[in-house]
T-cell receptor
Framework: SQQGEEDPQALSIQEGENATMNCSYK?????LQWYRQNSGRGLVHLIL?????REKHSGRLRVTLDTSKKSSSLLITASRAADTASYFC????????????FGSGTRLLVRP | DAGITQSPRHKVTETGTPVTLRCHQT?????MYWYRQDPGHGLRLIHY???????DKGEVSDGYSVSRSKTEDFLLTLESATSSQTSVYFC????????????FGQGTRLTVV
């Protein structure tokens, strides 16, 4: 079964609004990553947050991590139509393997 | 863009035939991954490699095998293709495994008829 599960599965907002996506995972982790996928393309890395960090920023992106709740959130501020994409969280497996496990993703539609 | 190339980009094959997908990188990264992407399932890990000749199974490895005889190439073989293996396959590379960012190829769309 997948380590991370994103919520909501789909999100539709107006340009200029903020978009928040959540990721829950099942086991302890060393780090959590967020990726973006434009339709039909490969994934692109957005940000990595380590288990000893609580918040991280990159441009209009803000990621939080709550290890006690095994959850993370990705906030995109002042969204643009170009932010329309699917967003995935990914974690390591903490089982001494080198697996990188992805969730099922959130589809974001930003309406102009 | 990271130097990662998947081939072929599209393939249609018949049920029961073997199929090999290739992932080639020019970054000299140690870790390589094969995923499949299906609607409603996100990306599921098939197999991964943590060095030449070092591979391990992922979440959905049944019906798939892999080989890595040199750093730059990671091959995924469907031993006897089935319709349930119709999917988009992505290769990813990473310098230091799951603790660093991964770079993805453009994907291979495989249809098994």
């Amino acid at each position: 079964s997948q380590q991370g599960e994103e919520d909501p599965q789909a999100l539709s907002i107006q340009e200029g609004e903020n978009a928040t996506m959540n990721c829950s995972y099942k086991t302890s982790i060393n780090n959590l990553q967020w990726y973006r996928q434009n339709s039909g393309r490969g994934l692109v890395h957005l940000i990595l947050i380590r288990s000893n960090e609580r918040e991280k920023h990159s441009g209009r992106l803000r990621v939080t991590l709550d290890t006690s709740k095994k959850s993370s959130s990705l906030l995109i501020t002042a969204s643009r139509a170009a932010d329309t994409a699917s967003y995935f969280c990914a974690t390591d497996a903490l089982d001494s393997s080198y697996k990188l496990i992805f969730g099922s993703g959130t589809r974001l539609l930003v309406r102009p | 863009d990271a130097g990662i190339t998947q081939s072929p980009r599209h393939k249609v094959t018949e049920t029961g035939t073997p199929v090999t997908l290739r992932c080639h990188q020019t970054e000299n990264h140690r870790y390589m991954y094969w995923y499949r992407q299906d609607p409603g399932h996100g990306l599921r890990l098939i197999h991964y490699s943590y060095g030449v000749k070092d591979t391990d199974k992922g979440e959905v490895s049944d019906g798939y095998s892999v080989s890595r005889s040199k750093t730059e190439d990671f091959l995924l073989t469907l031993e006897s293709a089935t319709s349930s293996q119709t999917s988009v396959y992505f290769c990813a590379i990473s310098e230091s495994g799951p603790n660093t960012e991964a770079f993805f190829g453009q994907g291979t769309r495989l249809t098994v008829v």
